[in-house]
């Protein structure tokens, strides 16, 4: 674990071609933990974003194109050249901001339950609404958004119990921020089409925030590959992680050094 404050936290596990975690919104490198066992050929680096885990949030107000400065920054401090990036939701994002720049020597980018899309009007609204839920009762939002986030969450409550825990020790203006960050963010639908194949489209069948037959006419309008797993949610990693590490693990082993 890192604890420079002049970059994100961050961890280091195994030896092999590099390959960089971002976790989604609440989230933090503690979600990977189950997936990097099954990668055994990588060096994953897992960050936690802006105000997430053990990283601090940053005076200004948070954007995702300061989110993804500060990810550039981290990436610099360790000394990494060419890698693959797999993005779960928020994550997601970053990785999309990340790959427009061209002096990043990426291979893969894989969106674990993200998308490219910007927030719609409703959907901006919204993120307005649940910031005044945050700031009136953190856990009265956390224990109402994250069991959502899971098809059938009756059959992971221990995972949905340690997942508020965690974001329950976030700061309540790191929530809201990271709302309005993502509220605020621009359409990505082109660096997609850009990547093609490169890209790669892990979707749930019921995820209750990306509709995938949206998603899936977006992958064939952009030409990126394109993975549905049925029957889960926005939560794969814990959901159908035997499935999740095993589309990782085809997606990544076409990886080298050249």
């Not at 897992?46 to 990283?55: A, M, R, T, V, Y």
């Not at 965690?166 to 850009?194: F, G, P, S």
């Not at 890209?199 to 037959?213: C, R, T, Y």
């Not at 889960?232 to 814990?238: F, L, N, S, T, V």
Request: charged share 25%; hydrophobic share 40%; with cysteine.
């Amino acid at each position: 674990m890192n604890k420079n404050l002049n970059t994100l936290n961050y961890r280091i596990v195994g030896e092999g071609y590099p390959v960089v975690f971002l976790h989604g919104f609440l989230e933090s490198n503690a979600m990977w933990r189950k997936v990097i066992q099954g990668l055994p050929n990588i060096k994953a680096i897992c960050i936690e974003l802006p105000g997430h885990g053990e990283s601090i949030l940053p005076k200004e107000d948070l954007s995702l194109e300061l989110i993804t400065q500060w990810v550039k920054i981290t990436l610099e401090h360790i000394g990494i050249e060419k890698f693959s990036i797999v993005g779960h939701s928020l994550g997601g994002y970053t990785a999309l901001h990340l790959a427009e720049d061209e002096h990043l020597k990426l291979n893969q980018v894989v969106l674990l339950h993200s998308h490219p899309w910007a927030d719609p009007l409703a959907k901006k609204s919204d993120r307005n609404r649940v910031a005044k839920i945050v700031q009136y009762s953190k856990i009265l939002f956390l224990k109402e958004a994250i069991p959502r986030l899971y098809h059938k969450p009756e059959r992971f409550e221990t995972q949905i119990n340690h997942l508020i825990e965690d974001a329950y020790n976030m700061d309540e203006e790191a929530i809201v921020q990271t709302l309005y960050a993502m509220r605020d963010r621009e359409d990505k639908t082109e660096v997609l089409k850009i990547l093609g194949k490169k890209a790669h489209v892990i979707q749930g069948e019921f995820d209750p925030l990306i509709d995938a037959g949206d998603m899936l006419k977006t992958a064939e309008k952009t030409g990126v590959n394109y993975r549905l797993i049925t029957d889960i949610g926005h939560m794969g990693h814990d959901e159908s992680t035997d499935e999740v590490v095993t589309l990782l693990n085809q997606i990544l082993e076409q990886q080298s050094y050249k």
